[in-house]
Structure formats: structure tokens, C-alpha cells
């Protein structure tokens, strides 16, 4: 029980340290955006008019984002998922990880928040680096590569890749210990 306490007490003093931070860093870009329009009035308006297209373009993923997390939420039973991907999950973890890196598609920042939210749930570090990992082949971009550069060389590259994720996630796992 002593550990966990202290474990908590770390984790207030970082969330704490992140907030300091999070404010910090705020007021240094509101100093530079205020200074910048003081000597280039017209530059502020190029940052702010790129600034609100980027915030268009990412509202609606962060939207689905929520949409998504919340659905997983409501339907999925962690205690299941922690048997699959968790602490004693073997090798059908590995499979798991690596075949849903392989399938999932759409743009990384939109897994980041769910792989956040499985590992807090007990998702081990090593699998999330092979799901990450494996996300470099692309299903849809394999019959370019066939064409480009041959199946034996598609198919060796692919078994490569998910190898040397696997091996990858084990160094992290040893790193985190």
C-alpha cells in the first residue's frame, strides 16, 4: 500500500508541474504573438488566419475522437481487454498488437488518446510500440509496393517489420523496468 500512495503523490506533484508548465508556455506565446503585433501587424493575421484553419481541420477529428472514446467507454469491458493486451497476455498479445497496428488506419493522432486510455488500463508499453510500429504497413499501399518491388520483397519487408516491432516492444519493456 505504501507504494501506491507514493505512487499517487508522484503523479499529483507531475500533474501539478504539468499545469505550471502548461500555463508557462501559454504566456510565453501570448508575449510573442503580442509582440509580433506590435512591429509586423500584418504577420499576426497570416498566424491567426493558419491558426483557425488548422483548428477547422481539427475540431472534427477530436470530436470523433471523443465520439469513439466514449463508445469504447460504454461497450467495452477493460477487465477483457487487460487479459488480452495486459501484464500476462503471452504471446496473443504480440498477435494482437500487431495485427490491429497492421489494419488500423485513419491518422495517428486519432490513436493516440485511445492507446493513452488502454495503457493507463493496464496495456502494456511494449505492446503499444508494436501497434505503433506496425503501423507502417498499409494494407491499402501494398499492391503499389507488389508492383514497384515484387511480393517476395512486399512479403519480407512486412515479416521483417512486425519481427523487429516485436523485438522493438520487448526493449522498451526492459527500459521500463
Partial sequence: MKKESIFVENKNNQSKKGKQYNIYFLGVVALLYFLIFIFYPNKIEKSLIITGRLLVQLVPIFLLIIFFMGIINYFVNFNKIKKYVGEKSGLKGWFIA????????????????????LHERGMRSGL???????RAIKITLLPIMIYYFGIKYVILLSIYMVIASIIEGKIIEVIEK
Avoid at 488506419?105 to 490513436?111: L, N
Avoid at 503499444?128 to 506496425?134: G, I, S, T
Fill in 128 to 134: 503499444v510500440a508494436v501497434f505503433l510500429y506496425n
Fill in 98 to 117: 500487431a495485427t490491429a497496428g497492421i489494419l488500423s488506419h485513419g491518422s495517428i493522432y486519432m490513436w493516440y488518446p485511445f492507446l493513452k486510455d
